[in-house]
């Protein structure tokens, strides 16, 4: 279904666990399963964005995408959850994102991969205040801290703590910033020094 305007503002908020207040939603914006998705107040959802809520949990109730307050989903991302996403507040997320909690199984080599369950299901959360790059793809496992920078065409699939610049495909840390000495260092944090998420 297409839709944009005051219409795609009613569906959404009556489909939708939850629509904050003050809301900017852009043309066409997608939605499967509206009922688990809640978004906070002053988000703005660019338009063809893609929300894709499909629970492995056949008796879930509460929601399995949760967009913070003041978050911004730029145009053309994908977002698909069995398990759980969670966007904190104030995370910038730039166009043609892909954030994706489960993948095709693949072991069974009689059958189609599309024809297989899938697997490697696993939490994702991004934390307030980080902004995702261009393209990146922010795959199961990945637990992004506070005000971290994902760098363009990125592939998140681990943890990354607070306050950290990651690049690449598998991301990794390039930056950090050391409260101690006030500054960003170049490289990885030691255990020991970085934020904990
Ligand atoms: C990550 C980013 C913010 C740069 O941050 P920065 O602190 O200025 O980092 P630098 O440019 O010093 O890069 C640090 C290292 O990471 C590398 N790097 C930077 N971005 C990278 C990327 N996307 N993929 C792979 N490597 C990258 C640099 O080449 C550099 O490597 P080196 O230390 O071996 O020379 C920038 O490269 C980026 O990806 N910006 C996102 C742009 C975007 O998506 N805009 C959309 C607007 S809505």
Redesign the pocket.
Known sequence: MELSGSLQWLYLKFKLAHLGKDCHLMKNIRVKRPRFIWVGDNVIIGKEAFFYAHPKNKNQKDPIIIIGNGSVV?EHTYISAQESIIIEDRV?I??GVVIQDHSHGYTDVSLPILDQPVDSIKPIKIGAGS??????AILPGANIGRNC??????VVNSPIPDYC?A???PARV??YYNFEKEQ?I?GAPKPLEAQKV
Do not use: Q, T
């Open positions: 730029n910038g730039s166009p902004w995702i790059g261009l393209n990146a920078v994902i760098g363009i065409n990125s610049v690049v690449g495909a390039v930056k960003w170049k």
